[in-house]
């Protein structure tokens, strides 16, 4: 079954194509899924005005859906990978709701892709087809179950043919809920003496408000009941609708991040509102600045940082980073993957969908342009490459 997968890294078409895994057929031609205490001299001092984030190392390793590279993404298993192998941030979790209202950590609310939800009989019911952001989505939602029942699931790798290592630990893990990423940020900080910090993402807050399960206001009353709502609280908030950050801007103190998708695409928010501003009013000076009236910073598609030509190999830097850091945002591009298809066309060795490519490469040209931090399914990796970086 097709899932919804971003397709920032190779076509540039946008996020909302439809896709299942990432494969490399004959010759390398991507198939499926084509898809991006401070350090490094400190270049990014003051940006972000605080709010606890210039505590952070600089470019910053932020594991995405923890360590999902080698885990079942967004599992108590890929969280704490991410963390014990030193990730700076741990994206725990993309946010969308269950019908009896609570927060959990899964990518889309279409679970059928991460899931062993096709394996419950009792739930053959619920399986449907609806329109999210346009696109027509067929799968188990979790808005249609209560958190009781999503709790019997299990989480399976969404990637297969990338990731057959990680086939493993398909059924290991439940699905976690934000009360619970908290109170995991609270005894591994403990435990280590040391403050860990998470990245969650607030997915479709359209949609979800439409169906009366509006993210925003619930994210922020959990925050608070756990007193993680304030300017320097470790909790980066982040999505892609502007209008659901500038919400949150004024329920929360935490730090804010607009993300950003391909260039040419539109938000859904705006798309709801008639607003027809898309990525690339957003990225002018003017659009930056008034991000930074109410965010602290951006995360673009790694496309918006170094562009791809034709054969899918990198162009030259966009102007992005000096604009944004000009206007006050830090950048946090996505997404850094260790295999082939989601690699840019020079920096791949061999055609394996599996298979690492010269994923170093690709980091020093990313890192050179001054980018504050980066989304990573492997943060070990990236924590190499930042090693090699700040000792140039
Ligand atoms: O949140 C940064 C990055 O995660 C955005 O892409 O599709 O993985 O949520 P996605
Ligand atoms: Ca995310």
Redesign the pocket.
Known sequence: MATPE?N?QASGTG?RAVLGAAVLGAGGTVLGLAGTARAAGDPGRGRGRGRGLDSLPVPTIIG??GASGYRPEHTFGSYQLALDMGADIV?AG?LVPTKDGHLVCR?EPEIGGTTDVADHPEFAGRRTTKTLDGVEVTGWFTEDFTLAELKRLRAVERIPANRPHNTLYNGRWEIPTFEEVLRWQDEQTRGRGKQVWIYP?LKHPTYFRKLGLGLEERVAKILRRHGKDRRNSPVIL?SFEPTAVERMSRLVGNPLVV?LDAAGTRPWDFTETGDPRTVDDLITPKGLKEIASYAQGI?PTLNLIIPRDSADRLTEPTTLVRDAHRAGLILHP??MRNENPFLPAEFRKGSAPDAYGDVFGAYRAYFATGIDGV?TDQPDTGLLAREDFVNR
Do not use: A, K
């Open positions: 971003s920032e996020r995405h859906r994206e993309d990518h993402e982040q993300l995360g996505y997404t989304f």
